[in-house]
């Protein structure tokens, strides 16, 4: 059993940076696929990153502004996200997923306000 969980949200204004981290309980973390998702009230939840082995998928509505980057030793996987909107406001999750495995943090809010 694993846990994953998610930190770094916060409240920043537009075009300002903020880089949330999901972070594994286990080693062999670094074999996960790590999924980053988001959920505004009332829509639908949407993908915005992940990294598998060998590459990474970003969602076009972040393509040029957000990043993924390991840090195995710290069994973190973080998501770098520049030039921040409005629109980018919403709860976002981490999901770790190998095989038959699937675990989901508890989610960290952005909030991107003027």
């Known amino acids: 059993q694993m846990w994953v969980a998610e930190s770094g949200g916060g409240v920043v204004r537009p075009g300002e940076s903020l880089t949330l981290s999901c972070t594994g309980s286990?080693?062999?973390?670094?074999?996960?696929?790590v999924h980053w998702y988001r959920q505004v009230p009332g829509k639908q939840q949407e993908m915005v990153a992940t990294?598998?082995?060998?590459?990474?998928k970003y969602a076009d509505f972040v393509k040029g502004r957000f990043t993924i980057f390991r840090d195995n030793a710290k069994k973190t996987l973080s998501l770098r996200m520049n030039n921040l909107e409005p629109m980018d406001t919403a709860v976002y999750y981490c999901?770790?997923?190998?095989?038959?495995?699937?675990?989901w943090g508890q989610g960290t809010q952005v909030t991107v306000s003027s």
């Open positions: 999901r770790a997923s190998l095989g038959s495995r699937d675990y």
């Open positions: 286990r080693s062999g973390f670094s074999a996960y696929s």
């Open positions: 990294a598998f082995p060998g590459g990474t």
